[in-house]
């Protein structure tokens, strides 16, 4: 079984730039969540969709960040216009159930460095 | 709001040494816990999870942790380290009620030979 797949793996850019993250979570995973670790800080929550419906957007920092989920299979995270604050890892979790607590399965990450 | 100290940053252990890392929490109730480990171009894995009943948890590659409620902690721990444990780790906590989880800094261990 494939795991959640990220691309790219690496995107360096300019400052006021867009960038578009993708995420495939694992087949039939309908809990997609995106996380991000600044350089040095911890990995923090960024956002959580129920299939195609944004469950929790608590953590997106601001409006240059917009997140989407057609049809609740892959997802799309971009960044408009990037800043220089926005460098780091971004990781997407898939898990299979929302009720009680389920792992929640990794992919390797995104590393976005803003220039 | 929950929160979760990782105390060392770095820790180099010689190979076949035993390894304990540490894993504090702050939140009013028992949590579920977690302890991830990412290797070099990898995602995070799953190590372990604590939801409730033994507070002695084994994991996966040898590892264990253990919840102690009166210390607010759950140490990773593993008897021999393999050169191939070389990677960071990363203590996290879930909240009943809520899916996302709240990571420490992480640890990076170095295994010398």
């Known amino acids: 079984e494939a795991g959640v797949t990220q691309f790219p793996s690496h995107s360096v850019i300019e400052k006021g730039q867009t960038v578009t993250l993708r995420c495939d979570p694992i087949?039939?995973?309908?809990?997609l969540y995106w996380y991000r670790r600044v350089m040095g800080k911890e990995i923090k929550f960024l956002l959580h969709?129920?299939?195609?419906?944004?469950?929790?957007e608590s953590g997106m920092p601001n409006n240059r960040f917009l997140a989407e989920r057609t049809g609740g299979t892959y997802s799309t995270l971009k960044v408009q216009p990037a800043e220089l604050e926005d460098s780091g890892v971004y990781f997407c979790?898939?898990?299979?159930?929302?009720?009680?607590?389920?792992?929640?399965?990794f992919g390797p990450g995104t590393r976005l460095t803003v220039l | 709001a929950q929160s979760v100290t990782q105390p060392d940053i770095h820790i180099t252990v010689s190979e076949g040494a035993s390894l304990e890392l540490r894993c504090n929490y702050s939140y009013g109730a028992t949590p579920y816990l977690f302890w991830y480990v990412q290797s070099p171009g990898q995602g995070l894995q799953l190590l372990l999870k604590?939801?409730?009943?033994?507070?002695l948890v084994q994991g996966i590659k040898g590892f264990e942790a253990e919840f102690k409620r009166s210390q607010s902690s759950f140490n990773l721990r593993k008897p021999s380290v393999h050169w191939s444990d070389a990677a960071e780790y990363f203590c996290a906590v879930g909240v009943i009620g809520y899916s996302t989880l709240t990571f420490g800094k992480g640890t990076m261990l170095l295994v010398s030979p």
């Open positions: 979790a898939s898990s299979l159930r929302t009720g009680g607590f389920t792992e929640q399965f």
């Open positions: 604590y939801f409730s009943g033994d507070t």
């Open positions: 969709f129920v299939k195609e419906s944004k469950q929790d």
């Open positions: 087949s039939g995973h309908d809990n």
